[in-house]
T-cell receptor
Framework: AQSVTQPDIHITVSEGASLELRCNYS??????LFWYVQSPGQGLQLLLK??????LVQGIKGFEAEFKRSQSSFNLRKPSVHWSDAAEYFC????????????FGTGTKLQVIP | EPEVTQTPSHQVTQMGQEVILRCVPI?????FYWYRQILGQKVEFLVS????????KSEIFDDQFSVERPDGSNFTLKIRSTKLEDSAMYFC?????????????FGSGTQLSVL
């Protein structure tokens, strides 16, 4: 089935440390890929998206993600994590072209410790 | 930034009762969606709505579910006879258009608890 997978349910990092959240996709052709963040009590906010072109995508709040076709991955990175980054992060994807619904991964909960 | 508003933030109901979850999408958006997230599980697509009709629905969206845009501003999800397994966080989303530049704006969700 066409989907995205987030292998890490929960990750803990120290404030100031680097972060990488994993996402793998299974689509036939190059999909459209997204990262969303959900802070406690908040809705889902789009961090960044990849449609085509440059495989390194810059997003809001200092996040970036790299599309790697050879690894079917779209990992989210941040060089230095802040305490306010503690939240749940969702990778999402959809097939390219026309209208297609977005499907979400199971999410990775990020804990930031001092 | 404009936002999608959902009410109520929490809804508790008895099994078998009808519930209506309300959403006010962003005013110039044309595409509307409902997603849900059962505790500990992934966010699941329920239904999309455009031009006053359902454009796509998932297998979850059975006859117990219905959506409506009653007055040009609200977008509602009705569950006719709730079941225990309907307990979840329900997210409304809207987008200006569909296709390549689609960006979904999500509301903060309604936590539905069916007792």
């Amino acid at each position: 089935a066409q989907s995205v997978t987030q292998p890490d349910i929960h990750i803990t990092v120290s404030e100031g440390a680097s972060l990488e959240l994993r996402c793998n996709y299974s689509y036939g052709a190059t999909p459209y890929l997204f990262w969303y963040v959900q802070s406690p009590g908040q809705g889902l906010q789009l961090l960044l998206k990849y449609f085509s072109g440059d495989t390194l995508v810059q997003g809001i709040k200092g996040f970036e993600a790299e599309f790697k076709r050879s690894q079917s991955s779209f990992n989210l990175r941040k060089p230095s994590v802040h305490w306010s980054d503690a939240a749940e992060y969702f990778c999402a994807g959809r097939p390219s072209g026309g209208y297609q619904k977005v499907t979400f991964g199971t999410g990775t909960k990020l804990q930031v410790i001092p | 930034e404009p936002e999608v508003t959902q009410t109520p933030s929490h809804q508790v109901t008895q099994m078998g009762q009808e519930v209506i979850l309300r959403c006010v999408p962003i005013s110039n958006h044309l595409y509307f969606y409902w997603y849900r997230q059962i505790l500990g599980q992934k966010v699941e697509f329920l239904v999309s709505f455009y031009n006053n009709e359902i454009s796509e629905k998932s297998e979850i969206f059975d006859d117990q579910f219905s959506v409506e845009r009653p007055d040009g501003s609200n977008f509602t999800l009705k569950i006719r006879s709730t079941k225990l397994e309907d307990s979840a966080m329900y997210f409304c989303a809207s987008s200006e258009k569909s296709g390549l530049n689609e960006k979904l704006f999500f509301g903060s969700g309604t936590q539905l608890s069916v007792l």
